[in-house]
């Protein structure tokens, strides 16, 4: 019912940019919140960034580096990610909480992820 595509992944200089971008598609009637997650080899996936109208919630360790937005009109979520680090090697996923059209509830939906490397 619901896809998430993202994209903007790659390789790139510790100190270096990135923005990754996540659009969403299918019957979608209300986007509730949207966010991205990454996950490392050997570790747990963990938050990175979320948001939900205007408010957005940062992880501690990516705050004053990272940027989430949106842009309703095309269900669109960006994370720009500035002063990146080694240790921000990880695959990033796009996640959003949704209504869907004729479903008197709320669903979850994950993007198929994307690689970011840090590395010199």
């Known amino acids: 019912q619901v896809q998430l595509v993202e994209s903007g992944g790659g390789l790139v200089q510790p100190g270096g940019s990135l923005r990754l971008s996540c659009a969403a598609s299918?019957?979608?009637?209300?986007?509730?919140?949207m966010g991205w997650y990454r996950q490392a080899p050997g570790n747990q996936r963990e938050l990175v960034a979320i948001?939900?109208?205007?408010?957005?919630n940062y992880a501690d360790s990516v705050k004053g580096r990272f940027t989430i937005s949106g842009d309703n009109a095309k269900n669109t979520v960006y994370l720009q990610m500035t002063s990146l680090k080694p240790e921000d090697t990880a695959v990033y996923y796009c996640?959003?909480?949704?209504?869907?059209?004729?479903?008197?509830?709320?669903?979850?939906?994950w993007g198929q992820g994307t690689q970011v490397t840090v590395s010199s």
């Open positions: 299918g019957s979608i009637y209300r986007i509730n919140n």
């Open positions: 948001i939900a109208g205007d408010a957005t």
């Open positions: 996640h959003c909480t949704v209504a869907i059209y004729g479903y008197q509830r709320v669903y979850d939906y």
